[in-house]
DNA sequence: TTTCCGAGTTCCAAATAGTGAAACTTGGTT
DNA sequence: AACCAAGTTTCACTATTTGGAACTCGGAAA
């Protein structure tokens, strides 16, 4: 059985893309050996894994160094998947906007799996040190964003990923189990958007709001954050007037960009 | 290493990337049978491979339009491409600073193969419409990073890269053949940059400017954007002392940023 | 120098995963 | 009811992948 290895696939794509994930988690060039350490595949095998990577430009060999790093044809995917994301590249000037506004760290997120994916980031006038970062992953039970798109998600699908939540205590405020989780969520509902209160670093809270489309499906997620040295809930709670102002312009937008004439698709369930 | 068939995608690997590859050109979600047409694989063989990449998170699929786009994992490793790639993520304030100054469309550039890579764009106050954006490829022989970069290559490097060269006439300014393009790059070297006079679009110019690490190695290639209806190339040459100041900024910082004297934590001594 | 060592690379028979024509399912249209 | 097109599954056949082991290469120790 698996270490605490997070493969996914039995085949030779799934094989590769573990290896790919693999050489992003270095974030610097990685020699062969390193990877090997710590890889569940053979010598060989990951070597020829790599190869086939190199060969298809998914890495770079720097043959000066004999160290491998990502490559420019991820970097051109990158490029596509964001753009057609269709939530980042039409909330951006949305967000540039309400970063200049409140001057404080906006963060635009969607869902991926069990976790939150930050999609976009602008840093306070004032920048904190913290965790969060573009591209960068998150749990969602004790983040502002997550748990504000855990409270919109269907109720299946909530339970499944509800299942996955780790529930770690990251400080003496996070939320430990799914009862405590689940109350909050209906809290968040009912006033149609949430808090993070140090639940998951001390000293950092933020307000999140949710982004839904017309017929509620959910799109993402926008949270304004700080800290508690510099101000408290009720203070974030008064930016809500402009948070939500941005967010109906960027739900819109995308209403408008993905059904450019087209009747609302029925909902699952 | 015996005699290879020229086609990309050799094994499965390859061919899931060509589909994803496939998937990223349509700038939407997009339905099965429309990849189906103008693909190479049959039906069944590239069911298997969506599905594949599905499963793989590298593709999404939108289950009540029943279509695919590119998945969130995709989006994290491009963003660790990005970050790792070291020039783009430094170059980014320094970028922004620019584009405020001069008002003109600003392009970061890599070489990637024989081609250019635009790592990072952003538009003019007043936005022309053009070819270029981030994550996009482009011809080397007739844009002014493009030449700008071939012109700091090594010799062995250059000449294989020329050869790789298509000259094909874009406009009635385009340099068509080799020896016109090797004189145009020895003016770079002696001017230190160079200008696109409509080589590649009618009516669009720039100056370019080689970003060099302080061992002249090559690192990308930055570029001011206008049209000729807007400015001339003179006007344009008078920004080069702001161009090159933001150049040698951020040549500066990752310098330091590559080399920061500092060994990675790890396990092994 | 010679020997040793470890990183990197290649080999090949066995095992596995991929292939694709065709058949089938689904849902909408005539 | 018959038809059609998109999407999905099947299965015998085959090409690719696998990984233990052997090899190369260059530097460090003997």
New binding site residues.
Partial sequence: MAAENGMAG??????ALDVLDHIAMFARPV??????TGSP????????????LVGEGMVT?NADQ??YSLGMRLVRLAHAAWDQSSLAPIARPHIDALSAQVGETVHLAQIDNAQVLYVDKRNARVPVEMYSQAGKVGPAYCTGVGKVMLAYLGPSELDRVLQQQAFHRFTPHTLTNEDQLRRELSDIRANGYGFDREEHEPGIICVAVPILSAQGRLLGALSVTSTTSRTNLAALEAQLPQIQTTVSAIAEEVQAWRFPDQAPASMED
Same sequence: chains 1, 2.
Avoid at 10 to 15: D, E, I, M, S
């Fill in positions: 039995g085949g030779t794509v799934g094989k020699r062969f050996n390193e990877l090997l595949y053979p010598k060989a095998t990951l070597y020829r894994l790599v190869q086939v060999f004999g160290t």
